[in-house]
């Protein structure tokens, strides 16, 4: 299926390759191609199979890894072993999903509320870009498998709400499964490119998109002009879904049959049929007035007008979240021009009738919504390999520029193939008391160790006034001007003190320079990651040792012997671990030193708390 094309170097035919998009879901996931002979998005299916993958990873006994449909069976029998939603953990601390935690049934490490947050299965800890890159990896060998020819490059789309973090975790779960993320897309945009729009220069559009998935909704307000995508406003609500639908038929079945929450809580065979049945009762109610099934030698019943009662409200809540995307888009509803409607819960004829009224207009369902998004991404990717010429590419840069932070860590700021102008920030801060001067030194590249990447120049910010190691707040800002020049800016907030530079990313590279660093960096890509994963142990265990030191000695009257030599006892050997120790072990003595301190911290605090109320302090 991959194209043939004729080298015009050598003269030579020589297979061109095919990149796919691919919609990485919370529920589903998929990959869509443009067909070379159609010249059409299609998705990738196995012969009469169906192209979703569901986001679920399951860890079995010895390790064995199953992605899918296979991992969706044990989501209610192995709820610890079996992954789900991990898109909504990419680039999260514990801190930003702890009022979620109760929705999700397997472990998340809480060991320090500010740090990326980890999945345990078994005795390994996952992050959610390993996590994300098992399931690209499946993608990525189902379509090797049906396109019969190696598949190394891919768009991936993301919500347009992702933070820079979020995006970043994505490329590197792309780049940990073998694929070269030629782009990251929005998933409105692409939704909107599937339907046509915005793929010509001189169409002008204002497009509301309409996305229902599985557990999430989001309603974005795009503006199109020049062939130029710009998210006006973004609304929605991360946990609300197709999925609440189905918990809302378990709850009136439950009811109707008389079993309580706990018996379903115990009975988790139970529990997972019903929601399986559940399932295929709301699919089924698309078409037909009444379902009949049965559940554990039971018949359950439902009619489509009971079912419209139970989800009222909750289409009703993503009405006002359309009603607010529009608000802070400063628009009425007359000045959309397209409704698009995307993610498998859209298919539910209420919906569609809801959206519909309010929007006062037909809306785009002529494509199936939870296919839509990896149509587009498709189109997006046919754009960058240059096969629709009518569609201009923007300039960008092909390596990504970034500095070196703790560890020899590089910390992107403007990743490859962003568009030219380009312009990003960072603070940073002092890792001494009293730190004068902060080194940037600017790097180019794909790897995760600037030592592998090349450098492009090097400066002192100094005059940091003497403060608190962790205080100073210096913004790094990189800005890629329209001929490319890259201008690095340092300024420390508090004393304004203020340096910058300016380089030419792109002097005395060849193409096949960027060519090769590109593929050094998918080569190494496992490698790469799990030295970053290690550094970034080795860092936080490090931090943790001195905060917890520093918190003994100012403390010590209020501790017992025994907890301060255990304290000690669990810091001597996690110093052992962070110069010998692999990842996990590192991360398994934070956890213990973690649970060691943890009592004690918390006792303090609450003293704290109640002095504090009586207007005393405990610490100095
Ligand atoms: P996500 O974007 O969250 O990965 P999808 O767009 O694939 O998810 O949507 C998944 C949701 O769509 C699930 O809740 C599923 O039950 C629902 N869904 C799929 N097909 C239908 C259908 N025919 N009718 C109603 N809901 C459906
Ligand atoms: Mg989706």
Known sequence: MAKIGINIATGSLQKQEMIVGIDLGTTNSLVAIIHPETGQPVVLKEHDGIALVPSIVHFGNEGQITVGDEAKKFLITEPGNTIFSVKRLMGKSYSDVKEHSSFFSYKIIDDNTESLVKIQAGARFYSPVELSSFILKELKTRAEHILKTPVTKAVITVPAYFSDAQRQATRDAGKLAGLDVLRIVNEPTAASLAYGMGLSREETKTIAVYDLGGGTFDISILRISGGIFEVLSTNGDTYLGGDDFDREIVKYWAAELGITDEELGVHKNLAQELRLIAEEAKKSLNVSDDFTGKVAGHEVKLKKQKFENLILPLIERTIQSCKNALKDADLTIGEIDEVVMVGGSTRVPLVK????????????????????????????????????????????????????????????????????????????????????????????????????????????????????????????????????????????????????????????????????????????????????????????????????????????????????????????????????????????????????????????????????????????
Not at 550 to 555: G, L, S
Not at 600 to 612: N, V
Request: net charge negative; no cysteine.
């Open 353 to 620: 009738q809801s959206v519909s009224s309010f929007f006062k207009r037909n809306v785009h369902d002529s494509l199936n919504p939870d296919e839509v998004v990896a149509l587009g991404a498709a189109v997006q990717a046919d754009i960058l390999a240059g096969n629709n010429k009518d569609f201009l590419l923007l300039d960008i840069t092909p390596l990504s520029l970034g500095i070196e932070t703790m560890g020899g860590l590089m910390d992107v700021l403007i990743p490859r193939n962003s568009k030219i102008p380009s312009k990003a920030g960072r603070q940073y801060t002092t890792q001494k008391d009293g730190q004068a001067s902060m080194r940037i030194a600017v790097f180019q590249g794909e790897r995760d160790l600037v030592k592998d990447n090349r450098k492009l120049a090097e400066f002192n910010l100094t005059g940091i006034p003497g403060m608190p190691a962790g205080l100073p707040k210096v913004e790094v800002s990189f800005l890629v001007n329209a001929d490319g020049i890259l201008v690095v800016k340092a300024k420390e907030l508090r004393s304004g003190a203020e340096q910058s530079i300016e380089v030419k990313p792109q002097y005395g590279l060849t193409d096949a320079e960027v060519e090769k660093m590109l593929m050094d960096s998918i080569a190494h890509a496992r490698e790469d990651i799990q030295v970053r994963a290690l550094v970034e142990a080795q860092t936080e265990a490090k931090q943790i040792i001195d905060t917890t030191t520093q918190f003994i000695t100012k403390n010590s009257i209020f501790l017992s012997e025994e907890e301060i030599k255990q304290t000690r006892h669990a810091m001597d050997s996690l110093s052992v671990l962070v110069n010998k120790g692999a990842k996990d072990e590192i991360q398994a003595g934070i956890e213990r030193l973690n649970e060691i301190s943890r009592p004690y911290a918390e006792r303090l605090m609450d003293e704290a708390i109640s002095k504090a109320m009586k207007g005393k302090s405990i610490t100095k």
